[in-house]
């Protein structure tokens, strides 16, 4: 008798094992500042800006009436498309950096979007050399976006999972297209379809929005993701993630939640405002905004009905800071992101990294 009772109380107790999670699958954004190679790009004037200075040199007056093509002569830009040093040591450190930055996570994401990547070889570069034996067998670059109006950056993905289909990108201000507010060509928004471990299927869409004061095309950008989001069944698992550019002050006046709430996205907890924690840093008025986010679809939440076996951890959104490369730190020793120098290869990016956990459903 004593000994079946044991066994019952052994059974008892191993029943809730039964329930433990499997391990999550994770979904991190990362803007990773300008990673171009150092080769010329033909069809893109832009990128001569990454080029070694013995190379801008050897150009001569050809490479400073190029840089003056597109840059405002005695502008930051065009100063740095002069004098930049893009040479193969500052892309490999750069490149190899980023692999540390990422390696060093606790958790290494089974889905990376990677927006400011060049073209499709950088992030082959980065799986190869830097991510090495992590098997990401899925990269997504398709290099599609207006390279005159965006130094021709893309939004990448590279991913553990296997894709379904053909992965597509989305332009969201044509060039020459009519739009309401006079918007510029900005960068495509990638459409991937990934296979999860249990065979459903989940959307990714990488974005990147109109920065700083081009306020009203980041909303607009945002309508044609919400657009672009309804194709596809109310049901399905989609994820948004990228740089979203939306600052603390889009989000302290509700604008973001607005748009959020039209395309039925949840959102983190997390985003409320401009102080810490924050994606990136404004030093000018010394705010922190996540410019860089997750958004999932109603499918994904755990509170609501859905036939997803997998749901959204908006709880566990937090930017991951686990590298001595990523600090930077002001004379009263607060931390924000280092950005990368080519001067002397320091740093990571002007960015941190951003990641959401997604669970089976018990
Ligand atoms: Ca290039
Ligand atoms: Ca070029
Ligand atoms: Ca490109």
Same mark, same amino acid.
């Given at each position: 008798m004593k000994s079946l009772l044991l066994g019952a109380t052994i059974l008892g107790l191993?029943?809730?094992?039964?329930?433990?999670?499997? %391990?999550?699958? /994770?979904?991190?954004s990362y803007n990773v500042q300008n990673l171009f190679d150092t080769i010329d790009d033909e069809n893109n004037p832009q990128d001569d800006t990454y080029l070694s200075k013995e190379e801008k040199e050897a150009r001569g007056k050809e490479h400073e009436e190029a840089c003056e093509s597109y840059n405002e002569k005695g502008s930051h830009y065009y100063k740095q498309c002069i004098e930049l040093n893009w040479g193969e040591e500052s892309y490999s450190k750069k490149l190899m950096t980023l692999g540390e930055v990422i390696r060093s996570f606790p958790e290494t994401p089974d889905i990376l979007v990677l927006p400011e990547t060049e073209n %499709?070889?950088? =992030?082959?570069d980065l799986v190869n050399k830097a991510l090495s034996g992590l098997d990401y067998k899925s990269v997504v670059?398709? @290099? /599609?976006?207006?390279?005159?109006?965006?130094? &021709? #950056?893309?939004? &990448? #993905? #590279?991913?553990? =999972?296997?894709l379904k289909g053909e992965p597509e990108t989305i332009t969201v201000f044509g060039e020459g297209d009519e739009n309401t507010h006079d918007c510029k060509p /900005?960068? @495509? #928004?990638?459409?991937a379809e990934f296979e999860m471990p249990d065979g459903e299927s989940m959307y990714v869409f990488g974005v990147h929005f109109p920065s700083g004061a081009a306020y009203q095309c980041?909303?607009?950008?945002m309508e044609v993701l919400n657009k672009e989001r309804a194709k596809l069944p109310e049901d399905a698992n989609?994820?948004?993630?990228g740089d979203f550019n939306f600052n603390c002050t889009d989000v302290q006046n509700g604008e973001f939640q607005a748009l959020a709430r039209e395309g039925h996205w949840s959102y983190p907890p997390e985003i409320v405002g401009c102080a810490a924690p924050g994606s990136a840093f404004y030093y000018r008025d010394q705010s922190w905004s996540f410019l860089d986010m997750i958004l999932v679809s109603s499918a994904l939440r755990p509170d609501q009905d859905s036939n997803s076996t997998w749901f959204a951890d908006l709880g566990s959104f937090h930017t991951v800071v686990t590298h001595p490369r990523q600090y930077a730190q002001d004379a009263r020793n607060k931390v924000r992101p280092k950005r990368f120098d080519a001067d002397n290869n320091q &740093?990571?990016?002007?960015?941190?990294?951003?990641?959401?956990?997604?669970l089976?459903?018990?």
């Open positions: 191993a029943m809730p094992a039964a329930y433990a999670q499997d %391990k999550p699958v /994770t979904v991190v %499709k070889q950088v =992030l082959d670059q398709l @290099d /599609t976006s207006n390279n005159e109006h965006n130094r &021709g #950056i893309d939004v &990448g #993905i #590279i991913s553990r =999972l296997p /900005t960068r @495509d #928004i990638v459409k980041r909303k607009d950008a989609v994820v948004a993630a &740093g990571a990016s002007d960015h941190w990294p951003v990641l959401m956990r997604f089976r459903r018990f």
